[in-house]
């Protein structure tokens, strides 16, 4: 478990799908996810993570709001898998909409950074998206994450003619 000053990032618990799904499964939250998704893609997503924080120490975990408990997304840390940064880790992170805009994700994200730098040998961690997604790009480079076109990949997930198939890739090295 990591604790910030607002907020928990903890390993997912039974009865988190619903209320991740709940809170994450909407048309603005999904947009650059691929819409809205069926419940089994959740199942899939919290089983890969647990099976992550078992293996490894690390997931996407759930963060919580401090002050009230309240599942505001996901944030931290996975092996990639896919494209040129396959045996990467990825930082990535999803909050629900009313977390938007709070520096939540960015407290989260620093918080796994962080983590991640005292725990792993990486050295670096990779961020994906789409072009499109600004919001997420933005906070890479607020991060101190840095584009890096060589890296960019098709998508597995999506047909090459898909507006979400063409990810971008932003790096940050391990710091000295």
Known sequence: MIETERLTLRPWR?????????????????E??????????????????????????HCLWIVERRADAALLGFCGLKLLGIGPVADDIEIGWRLREDAWGQGYAREAAEASLAWGWANLDAPRIVAI??????????????????????????????????????????????PA
């Open 14 to 30: 039974d009865g988190d799908v619903d209320s991740f799904m709940g809170a994450t499964n909407t048309p603005a939250v999904m």
């Open 129 to 174: 998206t789409v072009e499109a997604n600004r919001r997420s790009w933005g906070l890479m480079e607020r991060l101190g994450m840095q584009r890096r076109a060589d890296l960019d990949f098709g998508h597995p997930n999506f047909a090459p003619d898909h507006p979400l198939h063409r990810h971008i890739v932003y790096v940050i090295e391990r």
């Open 32 to 57: 650059h996810l691929g819409g809205i998704q069926p419940r089994a893609t959740f199942e899939g997503a919290a089983e890969r993570s647990r099976a992550s924080q078992e293996a490894h120490g």
